[in-house]
Each structure stands twice: as C-alpha cells, then as structure tokens.
C-alpha cells in the first residue's frame, strides 16, 4: 500500500533564510511525487511534480523540491524565504499505473515565516 | 477560466436535515474528485468520477453520502442525513487525466452540522 509521511507539523523559518519541508514516501514502483500549498480559505493549489527525469524538479513560485530515491524523500525547498510563504503545505504520492484516485496526500505541514 | 466552482461557500445546517454541495469542475477536464478536509483526519478523497462515471467511492464514508455527476459539467454531494462529524471542508477537484495529471481545487465549502 502507499503512502505519505510529513514528519513536522509546522515549520517556522526567518525572512530570507532557506527553507525545507519534508516528505518521504512509500509506494511500489517509481513513484508519481506532487506538492500542493493551502492558503487560508481556499482549496489546494499545484505547486510541482516529479514524475520522471531530473532528481531536481522546479515548480510555482521559486520553489524547487528533490527526488531521492534511495531515502524515499521528496522534500520541498526554497532558497529564500517570503512571509508571503506562509501556508500549509502537502506532498502527494500517486503509485505509477494506477488509477488517479490513488493520489494519497500526506497531512500537512503549516509553514510560517516571520519578517 | 474561472477554475473550479463550488457551492454554497458555507453552509449551516441543523442534524438531520438535507445538505447538497455542488461543483462546476473546469471546462474539458474529464475527471473529478471530492475531498473532505478535517483537522482530525486530513484530506480524504471520498468518490472519484472519470467521464462522468463513479470509479471509486470507496472513500464514502456511509450510505448517508451520495453523489453524482448527471454530465461533464456539474456535480453533487448529498449527505441525508446530516450528522455533527459530518462538518469539515469539502472540496471538489477536477483533472484532465493523463498518467501525470495534476488536481485543480476548488476553494470548499465549509459544512457546519449543528
């Protein structure tokens, strides 16, 4: 079965400082990885995908994430952070060739940056 | 393209009574979903429509919960009738599927069941 861990329910970083949110997976085969962002009020938004290729995958907004197969990680990072980030975010796994209801999304993780 | 729609926005009801939540997904995606969102539980998908069929409703949590998808462009969720563990987000979320296909959200509906 697949599944979807984000270890921290909230991680709290300084204006300009980088930032990581983690994520680690488990799922047969090459896995179909996502993050999603929240921001208060509205449904989830795309943020990135990794699906094949490239270990390193940009996405919306400067934020990059990296696929590690061998820690079956797929943490979600960005260089500099904005107080504008601050938002629940969600990593999403999908097991490759199954259907699309199999998205499983992790439980979140409240991102919070002050000025 | 105006995303996906959803409505009402909010809605307050008192136990037992009928509560119909409603979706619009984007025009041409052929594939929709609907989440219930709690502090409790997370995000839970609880039905999944390809080309207007039910695929998967195995998320469905008992027989008071009911949807449909009558054509392309619209959708409900029924819950009949309503209990107090049934208030939480519920949003509707809609893909054009391919083996790489990303959700489109619409902004919920926050249920209070009284």
């Known amino acids: 079965a697949q599944s979807v861990a984000q270890p921290e329910d909230q991680v709290n970083v300084a204006e300009g400082n980088p930032l990581t949110v983690k994520c680690t997976y488990s799922?047969?085969?090459?896995?179909?990885l996502f993050w999603y962002v929240q921001y208060p009020n509205r449904g989830l938004q795309f943020l990135l995908k990794y699906i094949t290729g490239d270990n390193l995958v940009k996405g919306s907004y400067g934020f990059e994430a990296e696929f590690n197969k061998s820690q079956t990680s797929f943490h979600l990072k960005k260089p500099s952070a904005l107080v504008s980030d601050s938002a629940l975010y969600f990593c999403?796994?999908?097991?490759?060739?199954?259907?699309?209801?199999?998205?499983?999304f992790g439980s979140g993780t409240r991102l919070s940056i002050r000025p | 393209d105006a995303g996906v729609i959803q409505s009402p926005r909010h809605e307050v009801t008192e136990m037992g009574q009928e509560v119909t939540l409603r979706c619009k997904p984007i025009s041409g995606h052929n594939s929709l979903f609907w989440y219930r969102q709690t502090m409790m539980r997370g995000l839970e998908l609880l039905i999944y429509?390809?080309?207007?069929?039910?695929?998967?409703d195995s998320g469905m949590p008992e027989d008071r919960f009911s949807a449909k998808m009558p054509n392309a462009s619209f959708s409900t969720l029924k819950i009949q009738p309503s209990e107090p563990r049934d208030s939480a987000v519920y949003f509707c979320a809609s893909s054009l599927v391919d083996r790489n296909e990303k959700l489109f959200f619409g902004s919920g509906t926050q249920l209070s069941v009284l």
């Open positions: 429509f390809n080309n207007n069929v039910p695929i998967d």
């Open positions: 999403a796994v999908r097991a490759p060739y199954s259907s699309a209801s199999k998205i499983i």
């Open positions: 799922v047969s085969g090459n896995p179909y």
